[in-house]
């Protein structure tokens, strides 16, 4: 007999400690929402470009915005244990912020379906804020990526849930 509450079990091993893809087919469909946010800080110059859109490859957050929708709805290739799922909406926007040297960027993933879409919204963040790094990267090599985490989620047997101290 125990007493107190239990640590969370790891989902992804099984009892003999092998990675283990969840079986989800028992879980109730509900609408899973999820938001990821990240930021990519460069130089002034390479803000005003991408603000300016004035960057040699072109329309860099056109780009990232499609390459960040392209690598949620490619997660599962990308992160082992991830179902594949049939998101119903990806939306990825960006936030130039000038004064505090980043563009913010945030994704929005949902679906109707049996487990979460937290790994889809931070896979699009993730590849958006790179994608940003690629086209920008022969004005400013040492821009920097931080701060990828997920806000918020929704649905499933947790409900809701907001990430503390945004």
Not at 28 to 47: N, P
Not at 58 to 82: E, F
Request: with cysteine; proline share 4%.
């Amino acid at each position: 007999m125990s007493i107190g509450p239990q640590p969370a079990k790891l989902s992804h091993v099984d009892q003999s400690g092998s990675a283990n893809m969840v079986d989800v087919s028992d879980k109730q469909v509900t609408k899973r929402v999820a938001i990821a946010e990240g930021f990519i800080y460069m130089s002034d110059e390479t803000i005003r470009q991408v603000l300016d859109n004035k960057n040699a490859k072109g329309d860099v957050i056109s780009v990232a915005r499609v390459a960040g929708i392209q690598g949620a709805k490619k997660c599962a290739d990308l992160v082992p244990l991830c179902h594949p799922l049939a998101l119903s909406k990806v939306n990825v926007d960006f936030y130039i912020q000038p004064e505090q040297g980043r563009v913010r960027v945030e994704a929005l993933c949902r679906l109707t379906g049996q487990t979460g879409v937290e790994m889809e919204a931070l896979t699009a963040v993730s590849v958006a804020t790179l994608t940003l790094f690629d086209m920008c990267k022969a004005v400013d090599p040492f821009m920097r990526i931080e701060g990828i985490k997920v806000l918020h989620k929704e649905g499933g047997k947790s409900g809701n849930k907001y990430q503390q101290g945004k």
